[in-house]
């Protein structure tokens, strides 16, 4: 029996991916949006015709067992998940990988691996799922210093659940555990994370920590930062452990510098996650709206009511239709209440209510139905989420820019900002790939101040420009956004592919800030280099 | 008319203070407590007969209209409200006050201020209302560092609401606000940002922000943190704002940086504050429990529902009797829950099911009255804590100890943490004072994952040695506190009376990264020396 492997050049599983149906349902689609007839497909790369650098550094022969050089792991591990990862995959380029890959199993592994890259040199990428879409992930360039070599950190090993505290409903839970490991592990104590970014399956719980990770709540418990109770980081100065505590105004908040934080003051080993128990009462329905903007009301509306729905999600009219579930002239709200202790006839009914007032109209026959998120509209919309995952690996090699971008903005902004967006991003795509292009919007999470709303695009690019299209098309993406005052991710975290907008956004003297943190934590500035701030030692 | 004062001594204004009626129902309650009859009243000292140290250095000619050296001034601004201060005030030690109080009027007279304290190595002391109850606010010791002099410099002179955004529910609030003033400004606007500290007449924004106050809500909004939207700082480098945003994602939180950071970094000068509408739905009451554990079992499982009282205090027997809320057997829970939006009864009626099948006992007639948090047992307490802020400059010149002290732990360790504590201080007032004190504990907020015990204790001190005795009880309830795993603080700051406990909670690494960060923004080390952390440059 041959072990499960990650496709190098796409999501998931090897041999996992999107059907034959699907794929001609994703042509035919295509083909209708640019009435681009039989698109040239690019097979995916073969790991065997992939030529990598030979590797750079020797690795010491205490870390031989922690370490390897291995082809396919060399290759696994070059890239993230975005766009241009992935139009750099099918055009082969593989230029920058890791030179070694290391995969600890403890602790100590770590603190050997950070020594021996600090004495060689080396630049050490800390890594999760590796599900980045900001080039988070991938070796340094040479504009980030001079590295001798670059040393990916998997944590792939540490994979456990190591304690559970039923009582104060937390668990201890090693960082490089992913997504339904850590659900599995907790399944007997009835306790549950909740937090499912769409990367759930391919990414870790440190890697949702490091970058901010937005999850299942569409309101409270939005970023994981609230769920973090503390950490475990190991630095290269040494390892930092926080007090599990439920709250304390001791000075700043220790959890929250390393939250965010992307992997370049130190790598996560470990954190008390606060858990709550699985819900057993759902209420749920969707609702249809004729009028974007009142629907945009409605949400706020129901954001300052003090109601906290667990789902909250508004999907613009040609969101909602794309994703199967409406017309493409009714804008959509998900809207889904869940508990572990009571029933939500209250709850609902006054989001309704709510709802209603703006112009909303629903199924009352649809509501409270245990299973209604995987019925109907809501339904079709949550798989078409879970298997966008997919898409990517398909539309790059037929020639398809297809990206998202996200921010978070106050509502009183929020009109004007998303026409002018709109505007820009219709206008660019039109400039950059000669075709009319399309752009949607949703709402991922929503606070009692402003929504974060989300952005996918898509043109038809040209297969040997498409790597300067896109990077025509983000940088016009995130210049849009925070120029018109969002933030330049809510959580997709910064990496490098968001730092110019970042560093515009960013208060100079907190870069600063950041700088003489780094310059505590990690002297010799090894770790992700080029992530959130640039070298200043 | 002249202008109203603040008392130097206690309190509040000049000529209030308690009741001839309540002054002497403290005297017969302390009588009753240590038998101790006609405890000797030592009188209040008078700004005359205080000599202060004469100014050290001299003020600008550009600073003479922001600058006082004015005698009063100087004693106000010579202590915050902590016990050891009320002693050292009653013992006329004014020996270390403020050189100069300014009162900058604008950011541009805070920088020039700050100028002026580097060029003359003087230290620069961010004042609010100086309500700290952790020497936070006082002039450095020599132990801090060599200063030329203090310059304390009071916000109280930016105490506008700038601007209000109704949309979003938000306004942009200048730091040296005191509360009152405050939802004064707010209230036409319908929106309120009830946050209220016990402090809340006489302190201000930005202390509450800089010391991450706690307040009105026992869940959720439960310290100021998570109603700073965004923030400006005056560093000795440059001036940090912050964006406006709903939520980001993008690096770690600059505003979390700041929020804690108790002067050391900046001063706050003013911050987008998130508002909410003005209540008009309550439903209130109060829960008896005959056993205090059966009624922590009931807040934890309050608290793990999902329901999100407003309030949810929970007082032990001792507690609820001396505010003359209940007969001493019972402890009592007062469960809030109030809304802008919609009636509560499925709230509260959940919450009431939770609390009965832990024990709890509720009168069903109370229920839902719009005004119960002003009547009855909860009314009682409320009033008692009100007027508790005037109890210190009575007690102290009766020689009695009482302080308290606050933290937070998680659920699975709370009752031998509470068990521990309370016989380790009542072991240390026998052995201090030579008499049984006492200790009441509350829990003013509580989390899913554990409360928030607020403790009070007293004891007979004796006038001579009444400072030593303090720092030696205050030593072993911060140690009983932190030893047991709990936090040096929950919401009343670190400052410098809590800085041995705190420095060994805090993980010696992020110690140093605040070093670093502080000697990034405020390289000469002038603001706020011996706070949180140890000059290190």
Redesign the interface.
């Known amino acids: 029996m041959t072990e499960k492997r990650r496709k190098f050049w796409g999501w998931g599983w090897e041999g996992e991916g999107l059907t034959d149906a699907e794929l001609k349902r994703i042509d035919s689609f295509w083909a209708s949006q640019f009435g681009a007839k039989d698109l040239e497909v690019t097979p995916p790369p073969d790991a065997d015709e992939i030529d990598l650098r030979a590797c750079r550094i020797p690795i010491p022969s205490s870390l031989e067992r922690v370490c390897t050089t291995d082809h396919y792991e060399r290759l696994v591990h070059s890239y993230g998940h975005s766009l241009a990862d992935s139009i750099r995959i099918f055009r082969r380029d593989f230029s920058n990988p890791p030179d070694v890959v290391a995969f600890p199993r403890t602790e100590q592994e770590i603190v050997d691996v950070l020594d021996w890259c600090e004495s060689a040199g080396a630049a050490a990428i800390p890594w999760g799922g590796g599900s980045s879409v900001v080039g988070g992930v991938e070796p340094p360039g040479q504009e980030a210093g001079d590295y001798k070599a670059a040393v990916t950190i998997d944590l792939a090993r540490l994979d456990r659940v190591l304690e559970i505290?039923p009582?104060?409903?937390?668990a201890r839970i090693q960082a490089g555990i992913y997504g339904p490991a850590l659900e599995q592990q907790l399944k007997a104590s009835g306790l549950t994370l909740r937090h499912f970014p769409q990367s759930f399956e391919f990414s870790t719980l440190g890697g949702w920590i490091a970058?901010?990770?937005?999850g299942h709540f569409a309101t409270?418990y939005?970023?994981i930062?609230d769920l973090v109770?503390s950490l475990r980081v190991v630095?290269p100065?040494?390892?930092?452990?926080?007090?599990?505590?439920?709250?304390?105004?001791?000075?700043?908040?220790?959890d929250?510098?390393?939250?965010?934080?992307?992997g370049i003051f130190g790598v996560i080993t470990e954190a008390w996650m606060?858990l709550?128990?699985r819900p057993v009462s759902r209420a749920a329905t969707t609702v249809k709206f004729a009028d974007f903007y009142r629907a945009v009301d409605a949400v706020?509306a129901i954001s300052?009511?003090?109601?906290?729905p667990a789902n909250c999600r508004l999907l613009d009219a040609e969101e909602s239709a794309r994703a199967g579930a409406a017309d493409g002239r009714h804008s959509l709200l998900v809207l889904t209440f869940e508990?572990?202790?009571?029933p939500l006839?209250?709850?609902i009914r006054?989001a309704l209510e709510i709802a209603g007032d703006h112009g909303g109209e629903y199924d009352r026959e649809a509501l409270d139905s245990k299973d209604s998120h995987l019925e109907g509209a809501a339904g079709a919309w949550r798989k078409a989420f879970i298997r966008g995952c997919y898409l990517r690996e398909n539309l790059t090699p037929r020639g398809i820019i297809s990206d998202t971008f996200e921010t978070?903005?106050?509502?009183?902004r929020f009109k004007d900002f998303h026409d002018n967006v709109k505007s820009d991003m219709h206008r660019v795509i039109k400039e950059v790939t000669g075709h009319q292009g399309w752009l949607t919007c949703r709402f991922t999470?929503v606070?009692?101040?402003?929504?974060?709303p989300y952005f996918t695009f898509a043109g038809l690019g040209n297969k040997n420009g498409m790597l300067e299209q896109f990077y025509e098309l983000k940088k016009a993406a995130s210049d849009s956004v925070v120029c018109r005052?969002?933030?330049?991710?809510?959580?997709?975290?910064?990496g490098r592919m968001?730092r110019p907008q970042?560093d515009r956004?960013?208060?100079?003297?907190?870069g600063?800030?950041?700088?003489?943190?780094k310059?505590?934590?990690d002297p010799h500035w090894i770790l992700n280099p080029g992530v959130?701030i640039d070298r200043t030692s």
């Open positions: 505290d009582v104060s409903e937390a970058t901010r990770s937005g409270l939005t970023h930062d109770e630095t100065s040494g390892v930092v452990e926080t007090r599990r505590l439920p709250g304390s105004g001791a000075g700043p908040s220790p929250r510098m390393f939250i965010g934080s992307e606060r709550r128990k706020r300052q009511a003090g109601l906290y508990s572990a202790d009571h006839d209250a709850w006054r978070a903005i106050t509502w009183e999470h606070y009692p101040d402003g929504p974060a005052g969002g933030t330049v991710t809510h959580h997709h975290a910064v968001h970042y956004q960013r208060p100079v003297l907190f600063s800030a950041l700088g003489a943190i310059r505590e934590l959130l």
